[in-house]
């Protein structure tokens, strides 16, 4: 295979090289220099910060015959089998796949045989809190007093799921995710070594998207440079990427606004036309949602808005169109659903009914205040004599406020169970409930909540009589059945006509 990934190709070999740790790089070549090496270190950070290239670099610099100010030469024999990586004593050992208490036996083993040509055993395990807990627990005695020429560097995502033993034995260095100017440097330098014309926008859009992972900036880079012969655009990362522009989520928060239903589902098609997925799309919307937040709340949100200047001030004009309380009322709902959407059989027809829903909820969360406000005034000015309907009114509301009261109860006992991590609860969220006797009807929002509670009967059941243990048959039904029937699309069609919204099935 000719071609060499451009992320391996383009891998630092030595400190001065690697992008941004130089809290890290400094406190390493250092003791290089004074020779003061501990025997277990301890490098974590996300993805593609450059863990595991530090660790292959501080290998080779503790080992080099000629180090060039903590630096290693990359000429001698040693550093060259090493960059080869056929120098025995220097193993890189993957422990997602070599995990078990018998992987550790066998290097535990090892340390107490000399170098065969360097000056020191170096252990790369990367990806180390995938370790079983025997194989941690091999490990603890070798780690704590290792033999004098042995060192491990220990690499991992996750540094929390590690014991606490573990960690009082090593040198812990946290890497920073890296900026998006460093990233952005990075490529160009990349790109023009390449001789790829890629535009200033584009790399940008790639630093961004990369959130701090160098490695995987690289490597979009690298198959944008495969999928076109021409300058590099956004629209090829984007297109590489498999993510929506920002003027396509503008467009969606655009018809939100202006309860445009044709509006929504034109964008809807626009997007899935292109081979985006829809949970893609309700991400992209989601954090759309949350920019124009930021620049409702904060006079300078160029700062913490990672877009170009054609996109933040479509933002602040959609800022100015909505109430800050609106935004985070339609970050919930969709953020609440998210989950649903990856789950759903048809997930397309459902990111449609989930945002005309937000129409529908925001048209229905306006009309009560006016009913409520002239309903009054019809009773005292035309039929000052209805005495009797008033009567009845007033002993309507305690039905009215113990139904209330019980779904207030169950809302409370299901958003308890959820935060307790129970798996059921999600799907009860926002649900309601009517108990009579030892029945239970259990009203959702959609059939997707509801068929995926029935597949889930029993496990649902007890869940439910954990709020009232003399319920013993559960029936789901769904809100507004009886009004809305039929297929999906027949019901975003009924949901429109009930609101005077209209609506273009494409």
């Known amino acids: 295979m000719s071609h060499k990934a451009l992320y391996r190709e383009w891998r630092p070999s030595s400190f001065s090289e690697v992008v941004e740790q130089e809290h890290i790089t400094k406190t390493l070549k250092r003791a290089v220099i004074t020779g003061r090496i501990a025997h277990a270190y301890l490098f974590s950070g996300t993805r593609g910060t450059g863990k595991t290239t530090l660790a292959k670099i501080f290998a080779r610099a503790v080992n080099c015959l000629h180090p060039n100010e903590g630096d290693p030469c990359n000429k001698c024999d040693i550093c060259t089998k090493a960059s080869e990586e056929v120098l025995v004593d220097i193993a890189e050992i993957d422990a997602a796949s070599n995990n078990s208490v018998d992987n550790i036996r066998r290097i535990c083993d090892e340390v107490n045989y000399m170098p065969a040509l360097a000056k020191y055993k170096v252990y790369i395990i990367d990806e180390v809190h995938m370790l ?36 009082s034995r090593c040198q812990r260095f946290d890497f920073h995710r890296i900026t998006t100017k460093g990233i952005s440097n990075r490529l160009r330098k990349i790109a023009d070594a390449e001789k790829q014309q890629v535009t200033d926008e584009a790399l940008d859009m790639i630093s ?40 396509s989520n503008a467009l969606v928060v655009q018809a939100l606004v202006d309860n445009d239903v044709t509006g929504i589902l034109n964008s809807v098609n626009e997007v899935i036309a292109e081979g985006k997925s829809p949970a893609g799309f309700l991400s992209g919307l989601l954090g759309y949602l949350r920019n124009i937040l930021i620049c409702m709340n904060v006079k300078e949100p160029d700062r913490f808005i990672e877009a170009d200047g054609n996109a933040v001030s479509e933002m602040k004009r959609l800022s100015e169109l909505m109430e800050p309380e609106e935004v985070i009322w339609y970050i919930k709902e969709l953020s609440e659903n998210e989950a649903v959407l990856k789950r759903a059989s048809r997930p397309k027809t459902y990111l449609e009914i989930m945002l005309l829903g937000l129409l529908v909820k925001n048209t229905e969360k306006v009309q009560p205040k006016v009913q ?44 308890d ?39 889930n009967g029993v496990a649902v059941l007890e869940e439910i009589r954990g709020f009232s243990k003399d319920i ?35």
């Open 208 to 247: 961004r998207i990369s959130f701090g992972a160098l490695r995987d900036a690289i490597s979009l880079l690298d198959q944008c440079i495969s999928s076109t012969d021409d300058t590099i655009d956004v629209t090829d990362v984007l297109n590489c990427a498999g993510l929506i522009d920002d003027m």
């Open 472 to 506: 013993t048959n559960v029936r789901f039904v769904v809100a507004g059945t009886d009004k809305v029937a039929g297929s999906p699309e027949q019901q975003i069609t009924e949901i429109g006509k009930k609101h005077n919204i209209p609506v273009e099935i494409i």
């Open 372 to 415: 409520v406000k002239d309903k009054p005034v019809k009773k005292e000015v035309q039929k000052p004599e209805a005495v009797k309907p008033a009567v009845n009114e007033t002993v309507k509301p305690v039905k009215t406020e113990t139904k209330s009261d019980q779904n207030i109860s169950w809302s409370k006992y299901i958003q």
């Open 132 to 167: 079983s807990t025997s194989a941690f627990n091999a490990l603890l005695k070798t780690l704590e007093e290792p033999p004098a020429h042995v060192i491990f560097i220990l690499c991992t995502t996750e540094p929390d799921k590690l014991p606490a033993t573990v960690l």
């Open 417 to 455: 169970r959820f935060d307790k991590g129970s798996k059921d609860a999600f799907e009860l969220l926002q649900s309601a409930i009517e108990i009579s006797g030892n029945q239970a009807v259990v009203t959702v929002a959609n059939d997707f909540l509801k068929s995926s509670l029935e597949r």
